[in-house]
């Protein structure tokens, strides 16, 4: 099956890292870009970055520049998103999704992220 | 980047009326437009792609349509399982941008 499945809820404190994933199976993941996608609460979808698995080549949005780490693992299938310094204003769910040719085909399940203050 | 405005932000129908969602971008460009359905506490499905290309999972009442920076979605039959929200996407240059979604409720 073509899938995307992401890591579980995460529960953090201002000022403290995480890192999220998403897994892909049953496609190229090596040769396919996989991107990430925001959503606040009751608020539409940001795009805040994009991982090339096969080169680790990333690009990001200018408001997740220098805020987020995006990466990959081709060993594992694996795309990551990372936090060194978790704010209360991160929390959302974040979600994991295919980019093909000019939209995303394929989305993982979504990751909640609540930071306390 | 490009800004992609969405109109209506919700709007209230009844099973079998004819729907149309508008998404107005910034600064025209070609095809690369999308729209998804999301449904409560799920993640978005992509729904069309180059504007009026269906996913083989999506019914014929839905379409695509429009060029440069208007583009709208129509459910021409709205059904109980269209309760959801719709959201439009560019792709045309880097950063992919998303509408501010509408919320059609049945």
């Known amino acids: 099956e073509v899938q995307l499945v992401q890591s579980g809820a995460e529960v953090k404190k201002s000022g403290e890292s995480l890192k999220i994933s998403c897994q892909g199976s049953g496609y190229s993941f090596n040769n396919q870009w996989v991107a990430w996608v925001r959503q606040m609460p009751g608020k539409g979808l940001e795009w805040m970055g994009t991982v090339y698995p096969a080169n680790s080549e990333s690009r990001y949005s200018l408001p997740f520049q220098g805020q987020v780490t995006i990466s990959a693992d081709t060993s594992i299938s694996t795309a990551y998103l990372e936090w060194s310094s978790l704010k209360a204003s991160d929390t959302a769910v974040y979600y994991c999704?295919?980019?093909?040719?000019?939209?995303?085909?394929?989305w993982g399940q979504g990751t909640l992220v609540t930071v306390s203050s | 980047a490009i800004q992609l405005t969405q109109s209506p932000s919700s709007l209230s129908a009844s099973v079998g009326d004819r729907v149309t969602i508008t998404c107005r971008a910034s600064q025209g460009f070609g095809s690369a437009l999308a729209w998804y359905q999301q449904k409560p506490g799920k993640p978005p499905k992509l729904l069309i792609y180059d504007v009026s290309t269906l996913e083989k999972w999506v019914p014929s009442r839905f379409s695509g349509r429009g060029s440069g920076t208007d583009f709208s979605l129509t459910i021409s039959s709205l059904q109980p399982e269209d309760f959801a929200t719709y959201s439009c996407q560019q792709f045309n240059s880097y950063p992919p941008t998303f509408g501010g979604g509408t919320k059609v409720e049945i």
């Open positions: 999704a295919r980019e093909t040719r000019y939209f995303f085909d394929l």
